[in-house]
């Protein structure tokens, strides 16, 4: 999974291990937590046996959302003329989820924290992170989607930062970052009208900062 270009896409290679070509293949993924499905029919030429063939399938946001708790894993279903179907799941990187347009203007981001209702409200502590420099923090942060609203500082010498991202098909993450830069120990705190998805969010913010 990564992207080609502009465009989200799924990187996948066959190896043909039997005794006889392989050929019509096609893709389809079961519903997942983020409406991620094949953009485009999955074009592979045939696979001759002992050999091997790689492909790009273009992927979008185009089926509704699976209920339930949120997950990153991708249930996907492969078929040819020759074989029957094969099932297996993969992980799908929450960073490559992130859509470009979730950045919010301050008032827009203060206004909607305030309306959230406190069940929407997740902390957690990340003893080991160090709070990098605000302005080098937002530009590694900004190419993979995640953008600094504001920052502030606290009378303990703390600082606070405000970020936002956006998982599709539309739901707004707040987050707010409060530690001493350069310092290991950071609080994180998130926000959302969808709560489901703050630990992916947690363990995705966590990783990208470390």
Not at 54 to 63: G, I, S
Request: aromatic share 8%; glycine share 6%.
């Amino acid at each position: 999974m990564g992207s080609s270009g502009t465009t989200l896409a799924y990187f996948l290679t066959f190896t043909n291990t039997g005794a006889a070509p392989l050929d019509g293949f096609q893709i389809q993924f079961n519903k997942n937590s983020f409406g991620l499905a094949p953009a485009a029919p999955l074009e592979l030429p045939a696979v001759a046996p002992g050999a091997a063939a790689a492909t790009v399938l273009p992927l979008a946001f185009t089926t509704p959302p699976a209920p339930g708790a949120a997950s990153t894993t991708l249930q996907i279903a492969i078929k040819n003329r020759q074989q029957p179907v094969w099932y297996f799941a993969d992980a799908v990187p929450l960073p490559e989820l992130l859509l470009p347009g979730g950045a919010l203007e301050r008032d827009t981001y203060l206004q909607t924290w305030k309306v959230l209702p406190p069940e929407s409200e997740a902390v957690r502590q990340w003893p080991g992170v160090v709070l990098r420099d605000p302005e080098a923090l937002a530009a590694a942060l900004a190419p993979r989607h995640v953008f600094l609203t504001a920052r502030r500082s606290l009378p303990t010498g703390e600082a606070v930062l405000y970020l936002c991202l956006q998982l599709p098909p539309a739901t707004a993450v707040l987050v707010e970052l409060t530690g001493h830069v350069g310092a290991p120990g950071v609080k994180a705190c998130i926000k959302t009208a969808n709560p489901a998805v703050a630990p992916l969010v947690f363990d995705a913010l966590q990783a990208l900062l470390s």
